[in-house]
């Protein structure tokens, strides 16, 4: 089977190495996902404005939508990092795992985004009349839902690359869950 590795930034092109640089500058490290895609002489770069398009969620929001995403795909790397993440943005531990379980009690708008995020990952895109009106009705609108979508297809991409390839995970390793999604 082919061994996966995670290329240091000598290995890399010299635009790669540019943003390599830029990232230890401004977060301390070079995630090992962000390295991955640096194999790629244009992922890194195509992948991180994508990731940091203008946005009309809130950061704790796009947290939402990248937990439940996460957990449904069963990506334990983008697991640890948005929990690390999230908890940056003002979650609790108890918070997180309650999101990336398609729900958020303790805030009824961002359940109606765990909910609907988590409907649109299962059934691609196809998400149930309820979730999309609890979703309106908590106060989000066309715009945020197209978001949403984007914010999805972000994490779908990192998802889909570690589960592919399965690198070692750099961020504080998130607990495991009994489901995927209740």
Avoid: W
Wanted: hydrophobic share 40%; charged share 25%.
């Amino acid at each position: 089977m082919k061994d996966f590795t995670v290329p240091t930034r000598n290995e890399v092109s010299a635009s790669n190495q540019a943003i390599f640089d830029n990232l230890q500058s401004k977060i301390g490290f070079v995630p090992n996902l962000y390295a991955y895609y640096a194999k790629n002489e244009t992922a890194l770069g195509d992948y991180l404005t994508l990731q940091n398009r203008k946005s009309t969620l809130k950061a704790k929001e796009r947290e939402v939508v990248n937990l439940v995403t996460s957990q449904i795909n069963g990506c334990r790397y983008c697991q640890s990092a948005h929990t690390a993440i999230g908890k940056m943005n003002g979650f609790t531990d108890e918070e997180i795992i309650e999101v990336r379980q398609g729900q958020a009690s303790f805030d009824s708008k961002l359940n109606a985004l765990a909910t609907f995020t988590a409907e649109v990952v299962e059934n691609r895109g196809k998400a149930s009349n309820d979730a999309k009106e609890a979703f309106f009705a908590a106060g989000y609108d066309e715009s945020n839902l197209i978001d949403v979508v984007m914010v999805v297809g972000d994490k779908i991409i990192s998802n889909y690359i570690h589960n592919l390839a399965q690198f070692d995970i750099d961020f504080p390793v998130a607990p495991e869950l009994e489901t995927a999604h209740v």
